[in-house]
């Protein structure tokens, strides 16, 4: 590719990256689901009884 060419993407992927960190930034302030919270505790819970049996 041409310099020019690139030149005109630099915005586009700066764009893209400062989107992308703002989705992620959300994402990762937002509480988990209940349902998920409970699939956690449950196998922790096997987790704990299988290394108990051991």
Partial sequence: ???TSDEDHDPIA????ANLKRVY???VQEELPDR??????VLKAQ??????GK
């Fill in 14 to 17: 700066a764009l893209i990256d």
């Fill in 1 to 3: 590719m041409s310099k």
């Fill in 47 to 52: 987790e704990t009884q299988e290394k108990a």
């Fill in 25 to 27: 930034s959300d994402l």
């Fill in 36 to 41: 998920f919270k409970d699939l956690l505790a």
